[in-house]
């Protein structure tokens, strides 16, 4: 494992570079109140595999924050009942919090960046028939729920937390746990 203490300038300067759009996908995915926490956990990740053993580009980001909103969904659920800590799992966000994390995942790079579905297939690591379907799905939940797709990720990421200076990412090996 990398010394996460030795500075790393290719992860600073994609840190630089990235953060707030990552911060951005995170408060999508989970929310404001989860978001920088999602944000951490995936730059700690990045700076344990080093960034000599990463080709660090976009998608590799967006892949490491998506990771770990995974794993933050799942906690959240279980220890509050709904996504971003709502008492029985009621949404505060409308219909964002209808959809499942992949779905959430999908409408942003699709609707929020604008790619294509074989791009958004393969940030994802699904195929391309089950980003079309599940896709399709989410846009027919935001539209019965009166929702704009572009409108609801403006409005949901106008909440994200601050972006933290980069050596202030508490990672394990900095006594973070």
């Known amino acids: ?14 840190y630089r570079q990235y953060a707030g759009e990552m911060m951005m ?10 978001a920088k926490r999602v944000f951490e956990d995936a730059w700690c990740r990045l700076r344990a595999l080093g960034s000599e053993a ?11 924050v998506y990771a770990a909103a ?16 709502e008492p029985g799992g009621r949404s505060l966000r409308g219909p964002i919090d209808q ?11 699709a609707d929020g960046l604008g790619l294509r579905t074989a791009l958004v297939a393969s940030q ?12 399709g ?24 937390p601050a972006v933290p200076a980069y050596h202030e990412i508490p990672c394990p090996e900095q006594g973070r746990g």
Do not use: C
């Open 137 to 160: 799905e989410a846009r027919q939940v935001i539209d019965t729920n009166g929702g704009d797709g572009r409108a609801l990720i403006k409005t949901a990421v106008a909440a994200a």
């Open 25 to 34: 996908y995170a408060t999508f995915l989970v929310g404001p109140a989860q």
């Open 99 to 109: 959809l499942s994390l992949d779905q959430r995942a999908m409408v942003y790079l």
């Open 70 to 85: 995974g794993e933050g969904w799942r906690e959240d659920r279980v220890t509050h009942g709904g996504p971003d800590g």
């Open 124 to 135: 994802l690591g699904l195929p391309v028939p089950v980003i079309e379907r599940s896709l």
């Open 54 to 64: 990463v080709e660090l580009n976009r998608g590799v980001l967006y892949r490491q």
């Open 1 to 14: 494992m990398t010394d996460v203490s030795t500075r790393s300038p290719r992860l600073e300067e994609s």
